[in-house]
């Protein structure tokens, strides 16, 4: 068969009488479906259709482990208008009607990832046969990047699974496991990935030869309700609120999602699937999904980054983990190890208390998995008995990286140094998760400064996404790729930064809390600011940060910016009295928050009096939120132009991924952009006049402001 794209992504095999399309796009690792895949698929089904010879057709993926990843995301990024993406999203419909209406039977294999225009394709398939493997997971996360499922999915998944499960996966995007699909009813069968092909043929020949089933959701009871209109309505109505509720209403392609889903059960799929190309053509062209699609683009840019410029040195393999402290960072650092990249960890604490203690904490973050059924008994054991530790050097010798999470205290932490270099590999890369203590005056106690470099991990490790990896001035090309690629490995997003104090997250981080304290003392309530910078977007407002963060750590993390950048990050509070007064912030359940059961609940409001402050009239919301979101975008600012992240990039992802930057802003420098640097160092000066020089603009926004630049080009 001859089709107009050169090479072809489609090959088709003839298993007696039933066609195998097996989805192979060349060049890509997974397959999306862009506007010539979905053409030459259009192509290839209507040949089929035709065929004598075939009875029915079974679709499955070329690439291993992953199925669909979803349609071409740059092509509807260059969809300029709301018709633009309109048309895109009628004729991914209309070619997917094509194969729900397909003369013969169609059944989707599904091996991997299952996502977006890939899920729609197999909704739009007959019957569905899913691999039972972890990697097999369905998922519509088309309102990640700001817009709603284009290709049928609003009308389709509604009336295969249900409501409430359509509008669980539509309005959330999460991943549904392959187990969980087929109790719902959005698979068929389940089945071991050696099989499914077989599997797949053989439903393909069964249906050929009868009427096509057409699947109906397993929970009975959810759909009685589901089919009673008012019982529709009342769902509708609760996913709403939530989705409000959750959004703070910075987001609109979730409701635009429900909407389309409402639509859909009222009017019938015709006018469904055309409403849900009208409300994708509008989410499409928001400046919310064109943030969330950079970010997207972002981050998959940041995977591929080696750390350094090209020619970027091969990372050096790590088969085996040193972790030395067994305390809150280090059990940390050595469960995600264990987890995420599957490696032996070794770690070392000062006493058997301290590592028991720190193999405790190691076997609850596995057990909470096992107990909410992430992960089976068998998985949790297996990855518990990657753990070990003791108070010797054993089992540090064949490390290929040890990261230390001692005291944060230069000669410790020199201390340790030089007795595992004695120790360990000459090829050994030595990490120090230190935050606030530079790279450069640890390694100075180093034999082999070009292996020494920073791994800065965010607490908890387990959940927190970001990781800084920082070389020193003396540090190789090698050794950074290798934290780099481990630091990936580990599941995280990482970005390289100089070492000057505080890193990136902290260097924007200590002015934005030094705002907070200043608003205090003009009588701010904690509970105002919080929530002003919550509607503003963050997950949580600047007090609430600064408890989670850990009070202690914030005065030391404090004094080396006050050292570092002078009087604009000179505290305004005296956090050490909180400090002083017992209040270590949520680790020992009180801070500017009393907790209990581990539970936030409600203000302190004895802090005011240790802090020696009155509670005054509250400040319009604006000014709160302009004053604190400033005072870090230009700190970011000037860090970008110190060299301390290498784009504004590294940035933007940086302060999304390690401290909840609204995605939806796209990170401080596509905020500033936004604005536009006249706007913002028009507004800065304004705040200096009032607030003092703290303010002044960086002088890079001034630079633009004088030039018309802006921070990101070419988009
Ligand atoms: P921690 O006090 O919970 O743990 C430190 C552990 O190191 C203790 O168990 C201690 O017994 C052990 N230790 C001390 N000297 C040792 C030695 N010579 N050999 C072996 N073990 C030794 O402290 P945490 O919070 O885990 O901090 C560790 C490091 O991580 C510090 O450098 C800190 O600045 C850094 N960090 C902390 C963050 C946080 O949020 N707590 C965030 C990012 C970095």
């Not at 609109?252 to 409300?279: K, N, W």
């Amino acid at each position: 068969m001859s089709h107009a794209t050169t090479p072809s992504a489609l090959g088709i095999e003839d298993d007696a009488g039933v066609a195998v399309v097996t989805l192979d796009v060349p060049g890509a690792s997974v397959n999306t479906i862009s506007l010539a895949v979905k053409d030459e698929f259009a192509a290839t089904m209507s040949a089929l259709a035709e065929q004598g010879g075939v009875s029915a057709v079974v679709i499955m993926s070329g690439k291993a482990d992953a199925f669909i990843a979803g349609a071409d995301i740059e092509e509807f990024q260059a969809a300029r208008t709301e018709e633009d993406a309109r048309r895109l999203s009628r004729e991914g419909q209309e070619f997917l009607d094509r194969i729900a209406s397909f003369p013969k039977p169609v059944v989707a294999a599904i091996h991997g990832a299952c996502l977006g225009g890939g899920l729609e394709l197999a909704l739009a398939c007959h019957y569905r046969v899913a691999t039972k493997h972890p990697k097999t997971v369905l998922a519509l996360p088309e309102v990640q990047l700001g817009v709603i499922p284009g290709a049928g999915g609003c009308n389709r998944l509604p009336r295969l699974v249900g409501l409430r499960n359509a509008l669980d996966m539509i309005v959330s995007g999460r991943n549904v496991r392959a187990d969980a699909a087929l109790r719902m009813g959005l698979v068929d069968e389940l089945v071991a990935p050696a099989i499914v092909r077989h599997v797949a043929v053989r439903a393909a020949r069964r249906l050929g030869s009868q009427a096509v089933r057409r699947t109906r959701p397993s929970g009975v009871g959810a759909w009685l309700l589901d089919k009673n209109a008012l019982g529709q309505a009342f769902v509708l109505r609760q996913a709403r609120k939530t989705t409000l509720r959750r959004t703070g209403g910075h987001y609109p392609a979730p409701l635009a999602a429900l909407d389309a889903v409402r639509y859909s059960l009222a009017e019938g799929t015709e006018r469904g699937l055309l409403h849900e190309a009208e409300l994708f053509g509008r989410m499409a062209v928001t400046e919310v999904s064109r943030r969330l699609v950079e970010v997207f683009f972002a981050t998959t840019a940041l995977k591929k980054d080696p750390g350094v410029p090209a020619p970027a040195p091969a990372p050096q393999l790590v088969t085996r983990l040193g972790v030395l402290g067994a305390g809150f960072m280090g059990s940390g650092i050595a469960v995600t190890a264990a987890e995420q990249a599957g490696v032996p960890v070794r770690m070392k604490d000062a006493d058997l208390a301290r590592v028991g203690k720190g193999l405790r904490a190691v076997a609850d973050v596995i057990q909470e998995r096992v107990r909410r059924r992430t992960i089976s008994k068998l998985e949790g054991a297996r990855r518990l008995a990657l753990v070990s530790g003791g108070v010797d050097y054993s089992g540090f010798r064949r490390a290929d990286l040890i990261v230390e999470a001692v005291f944060e205290d230069l000669e410790v932490k020199r201390a340790v140094l030089r007795e595992v270099e004695a120790i360990a590999r000459p090829e050994c890369v030595f990490a120090s998760n230190t935050s606030t203590i530079p790279i450069g005056r640890i390694a100075e106690a180093s034999a082999r400064p070009e292996k020494v470099i920073g791994m800065h991990f965010f607490s908890p490790v387990h959940r927190m996404l970001l990781l800084e990896v920082i070389p020193s001035e003396q540090t190789a090309p090698e050794t950074t790729v290798t934290a780099v690629a481990f630091g990936r490995r580990m599941g995280k997003t990482v970005i390289v930064v100089k070492d000057r104090p505080g890193f990136f997250i902290n260097r924007i981080l200590a002015p934005y809390v030094v705002e907070a304290g200043h608003l205090l003392k003009e009588g701010v309530a904690i509970e105002d600011m919080d929530r002003a910078m919550v509607r503003w977007g963050f997950p949580v407002g600047p007090v609430t940060l600064l408890d989670e963060v850990g009070l202690d750590v914030a005065v030391k993390v404090g004094g080396v910016m006050l050292e570092a950048l002078g009087e604009r990050v000179a505290p305004a509070i005296r956090l050490d009295a909180l400090v002083g007064s017992g209040r270590m912030g949520r680790k020992n359940g009180r801070g500017f928050f009393r907790y209990e059961n581990g539970k936030k609940a409600g203000v302190d409001e004895a802090v005011y009096g240790v802090l020696g402050l009155a509670k005054g009239s509250p400040k319009d919301t604006a000014s709160l939120t302009e004053r604190l979101s400033l005072a870090m975008l230009n700190e970011a600012a000037r860090a970008l132009q110190e060299g301390v992240i290498r784009s504004p990039r590294d940035g933007d992802i940086g302060a999304i991924f390690g401290i909840g930057f609204p995605p939806f802003r796209g990170g401080p420098f596509r905020e500033l952009d936004a604005m536009g640097a006249q706007a913002a160092v028009a507004k800065l000066e304004l705040l200096a006049a009032r607030y003092g020089p703290r303010f002044a603009p960086a002088p890079t926004l001034v630079d633009q402001a004088e030039r018309g630049g802006r921070f990101h080009h070419g988009d």
